[in-house]
């Protein structure tokens, strides 16, 4: 839990700082403020990680993103939130030669991941789900499907806007949002690898500076 209000706390700042403090104002904050909600991430937390937007010592904070690969050809992205790029790379880059993969130049992986928005809203009374889905293609939704007791959403990243637009103002509840880099080809690996594989990705996501992992094993 520690871990998710830092990486939320880290996105939260960034958004501030992009786009202002009044979640009104800023798309990108109100869906992460609501998305800290679901998650029971104290106000507090929430009302430090906008102040620290505006602190000098964030004035540098910026989001990166870092390639590479794992032991058995396992390709890693990684999201991160820095003030200093250099001390980033050489810690990740030590993760990688310690556990036998290797990070990379930046773009490499572009092939390999398409980045998508995710939202998960709540069921609304009345609402039929082909018909939503119908609806919402016209707003760029790749995929909308129910899980338990919700409802999630899959489209390019670049359509958040848009399509949280049309929920706010239709009135559904939007329980969480995030980005996600979802992999087009997978890696299958044998119990032995993927244990090797994972200690690397445990080291990475260990980071202070870290705040997304993705890879592409199965």
Same mark, same amino acid.
């Given at each position: 839990?520690?871990?998710?209000?830092?990486?939320?706390?880290?996105?939260?700042?960034?958004?501030?700082?992009?786009?202002?403090?009044? *979640?009104?104002?800023?798309?990108?904050?109100?869906?992460?403020?609501?998305?800290?909600?679901?998650?029971?991430? *104290?106000?507090?937390?929430?009302?430090?990680?906008?102040?620290?937007? $505006?602190?000098?010592?964030?004035?540098?904070?910026?989001?990166?993103?870092?390639?590479?690969?794992?032991?058995?050809?396992?390709?890693?992205?990684?999201?991160?939130?820095?003030?200093?790029?250099?001390?980033?790379?050489?810690?990740?880059?030590?993760?990688?030669?310690?556990?036998?993969?290797?990070?990379?130049?930046?773009?490499?992986?572009?092939?390999?991941?398409?980045?998508?928005?995710?939202?998960?809203?709540? *069921?609304?009374?009345?609402?039929?789900?082909?018909?939503?889905?119908?609806?919402?293609?016209?707003?760029?939704?790749?995929?909308?499907?129910?899980?338990?007791?919700?409802?999630?959403?899959?489209?390019? $990243?670049?359509?958040?806007?848009?399509?949280?637009?049309?929920?706010?103002?239709?009135? $559904?509840?939007?329980?969480?949002?995030?980005?996600?880099?979802?992999?087009?080809?997978?890696?299958?690996?044998?119990?032995?690898?993927?244990?090797?594989?994972?200690?690397?990705?445990?080291?990475?996501?260990? !980071?202070? !500076?870290?705040?997304?992992?993705?890879?592409?094993?199965?």
């Amino acid at each position: 839990m520690s871990r998710t209000f830092t990486r939320l706390g880290k996105e939260i700042t960034i958004a501030a700082k992009a786009g202002g403090p009044d *979640p009104s104002g800023n798309a990108r904050l109100r869906l992460l403020i609501q998305t800290a909600r679901s998650e029971n991430m *104290p106000k507090d937390n929430v009302e430090r990680a906008i102040k620290r937007a $505006f602190e000098k010592d964030t004035s540098d904070y910026k989001e990166m993103v870092y390639e590479g690969y794992a032991p058995h050809g396992v390709a890693v992205l990684i999201e991160a939130a820095t003030d200093n790029n250099q001390r980033t790379v050489a810690n990740l880059r030590s993760y990688f030669n310690k556990f036998g993969g290797n990070l990379g130049t930046s773009g490499m992986l572009d092939f390999l991941f398409d980045r998508k928005c995710v939202f998960t809203i709540a *069921p609304k009374e009345g609402v039929d789900l082909e018909e939503l889905e119908l609806e919402l293609i016209d707003y760029g939704v790749e995929e909308l499907f129910a899980e338990e007791d919700e409802i999630v959403i899959y489209a390019e $990243f670049q359509n958040f806007g848009p399509i949280q637009k049309y929920l706010e103002e239709n009135n $559904f509840e939007i329980k969480s949002f995030k980005f996600e880099r979802i992999p087009n080809d997978m890696k299958q690996l044998t119990d032995e690898e993927k244990e090797e594989v994972e200690k690397l990705l445990e080291k990475i996501e260990e !980071d202070d !500076d870290v705040t997304n992992v993705f890879h592409n094993m199965e």
